[in-house]
Structures are given as C-alpha cells and as structure tokens.
Nanobody
Framework: EVQLQASGGGLVQVGGSLRLSCATSGFTFNDHTIGWFRQAPGKEREGVSCIGSHGGGSYYADSVKGRFTISSDNAKKTMYLQMDSLKPEDTGVYYC?????????????????????WGKGTQVTVSS
C-alpha cells in the first residue's frame, strides 16, 4: 500500500522558516518523481516544487524560487521542503505527492497537473 505522510507544519511569523518532511512507503522511491503542493483557503491547488526520479532536476514555482528548497533522502524514503523567508501568502495546507517517472524526464509538468499518490496535508500558517 502506497503511503505518504507529511509533517512539520505549524505557525510561524513572517520571515521565519519551517522544514516539512514526507515519509513514504509502498513504492520504489528512487523510481518516482516527488513533489510538494499547497492549497490556500478558497484557492486552487498550487504546485510548489518537484524533483525528478533518480535524482533528476528540481523545479520550483516562481512564487517560491529562492526561498524554498526541495530535497530527498532515498535511504529514508523521505522528501523534505525547506521553507525560508516565509510570507503570509505561503499559508495553506501543504501536500506531498509522488508518481512513477522515467529517469531524466522533466517533472515540471507535474506542478500543473499533479501526481498519482498523495499524502494527507500539513497546515502552514504564516502570521504577519
């Protein structure tokens, strides 16, 4: 059974940092592209960042470039999202997701179209 569990959300002040984690199981981690998405109240889901399979390239939404960093630990089958210089508009529920993808494939379309497997979200609230 595929499982993804996001954690690490919380309440932080403007300019602060948070590190989200997503523990996974039930699939071959290295064969999958992984990504982070978020949804603010009343807004559509937004793709935040992704990493291609087999350590492929990473991509970021323009809104988070230079502030967020996606990473992964294949041995732990865990993905991370380091979020720095947080802004109120970063508030939302953050979801981790994954999908099988060929090595070398561009993961950036997944930021628009989503991925196959989803975890429950973790709430991030940035207060001004």
């Amino acid at each position: 059974e595929v499982q993804l569990q996001a954690s690490g959300g919380g309440l932080v002040q403007v300019g602060g940092s948070l590190r989200l984690s997503c523990a996974t199981s039930g699939f071959t981690f290295n064969d999958h592209t992984i990504g982070w998405f978020r949804q603010a109240p009343g807004k559509e889901r937004e793709g935040v960042s992704c990493i291609g399979s087999h350590g492929g390239g990473s991509y970021y939404a323009d809104s988070v470039k230079g502030r967020f960093t996606i990473s992964s630990d294949n041995a732990k089958k865990t993905m991370y999202l380091q979020m720095d210089s947080l802004k109120p508009e970063d508030t939302g529920v953050y979801y981790c997701a994954a999908a099988p993808m060929m090595s070398g494939a561009d993961c950036s379309p997944s930021l628009r179209y989503g991925l196959d497997y989803w975890g429950k979200g973790t709430q991030v609230t940035v207060s001004s």
